[in-house]
């Protein structure tokens, strides 16, 4: 099951909603900051579409320099080194949220598209900021707290248990601890964070989104997500998720409404828990395409990044539709190895039916990087479930030196 709503967009979405009769002309530029791989694999879908690519990252082997047709080396952090870079673009897009939004306020003030919206980023990069929307907004979410400093947190310690998550800066599972008793305090973060109350948690899902600069919504079938315990990110998405239609229903109204109420332009993932009484929590949200979309290059009609392109540059949205049950697996560098990357049981893998490889382009490895992903296809989910944890077990992320 999917969704999707035609909009009219109120008077809100200003005259870049022309952008995808513009997008073709050969001077046309879409600014992408962050190289890592999902701007990498956003890339791969802009070329089909005939779109000049310029990206910055602060890296200068990022994933993404063989790829953009201008890759440049600079901070996402730094006011002027942005404010350069997007007034080279027509259009300004992101695949990493930790960047500088005063200057992407101000190139939108100067007439410059810049989506997802500025001020979505400035929310979403704080983990707080976020709990409180979802709270006024009357969307349901796990009990929380804001805390200043260790010490606020110390003093709550008697309402847990709670997971701590830093506010801002948190990312790829790092940010966030379990604080459950004074023997988490040495591992607890001294700084402003959200302390999360514990969830009688049967599973994680999410729902990936899009909304056009026309109003127009389509969600992407629910998945389910299995986290590593010691990396504490995902390893294995399971496409379609096993819940019942109605909690795919809620889901799917829940990742509607925060688009519609944000008039969010552009991909958005939305991470939710399922409690063991069938309740339907909504835990975090990424305004980009993100690794719960990954499976959808192979299982479906649209995959995540032409749909992110569709949506920021005026077209219409795709279809959706799953094409096949399928699973992928995160490709983690070993827990044992740091050094320039080596692939191990590549050949095995690639010989079993129905597996998809994607390789990052990162040089080095280091203890539970993501360096890339498998999507394993099959006629039945529980196929493609065997296969995926035959292809963690053979394919493996190392270095020559420990």
């Known amino acids: 099951m999917h969704y999707e709503r035609i909009g009219s967009t ?21 600014g992408i900051l962050g190289g890592g791989q999902l701007g990498r ?27 953009a047709s201008e890759f440049e080396v600079g901070s996402l952090q730094d006011y002027d080194t942005v404010m350069a870079f997007g007034r080279k673009a027509d259009v300004v897009t992101i695949e990493i949220e930790h960047v500088n939004v005063d ?35 009357g969307l349901p979410t796990a009990p929380y707290h804001l805390v200043e400093n260790l010490e606020e947190a110390k ?7 709670f997971m701590q998550k830093m506010r801002t800066g948190g990312y790829d599972g790092r940010g966030v601890t379990p604080f459950r008793s004074e023997a988490d305090f040495d591992k607890a973060f001294d700084a402003p964070s959200v302390l999360e109350a514990f969830v009688d948690l049967e599973k994680e899902i999410s729902v990936i989104v899009a909304r056009n600069v026309h109003g127009e919504v389509k969600t992407f079938p629910v998945v389910e997500l299995e986290f590593n315990p010691e990396a504490n990110l995902v390893e294995f998405l399971f496409a379609p998720a096993t819940v019942s239609e109605a909690i795919e229903s809620e889901a799917n109204a829940l990742a509607v409404q925060l688009v519609e109420e944000l008039e969010f332009v552009g991909l958005l993932a939305v991470e939710m ?20 979309g990954h499976h959808s290059i192979e299982a479906n009609y ?26 992928m697996v995160n490709l983690l560098g070993h827990g044992d190895y740091t050094g320039d990357a080596t692939y191990t049981g590549l050949e095995a893998a690639l010989q079993m039916p129905g597996v998809k ?46």
């Open 10 to 30: 109120n008077g809100q979405i200003p005259i870049f909603a022309a952008m995808s009769k513009q997008f073709f002309h050969k001077d046309f530029k879409l």
């Open 41 to 67: 694999m956003l890339i791969q879908e802009a070329v089909n579409f005939n779109v000049f690519s310029r990206v910055l990252d602060p890296a200068a082997n990022a994933p993404c320099q063989f790829l």
């Open 103 to 137: 200057a992407l306020e101000q190139l939108e003030s100067e007439g410059i598209a810049v989506y997802p919206q500025p001020r979505v980023l400035r929310m979403v990069q704080d983990k707080g900021l976020q709990k409180n929307f979802y709270r006024d907004s």
């Open 155 to 161: 003093a709550l310690l008697s309402q847990g248990p």
């Open 273 to 292: 828990f399922v409690t063991q009484t069938g309740e339907v929590l909504i835990n975090e949200i990424a305004p980009r395409p993100h690794n719960s």
């Open 302 to 327: 649209t995959s995540q990044y032409e749909q992110h392109l569709r949506a920021i540059l005026g077209m219409p949205l795709g279809a959706t539709d799953t094409l096949c049950p399928a699973v």
């Open 357 to 402: 490889l994607h390789l990052y382009g990162k040089k080095t490895t280091k203890p539970f990087r993501k360096m890339g992903h498998a999507t394993i296809l099959a006629s039945d989910l529980a196929t493609a479930k065997t296969r995926a944890h035959e292809v963690k077990n053979t394919l493996q992320v190392i270095s020559s030196a420990p």
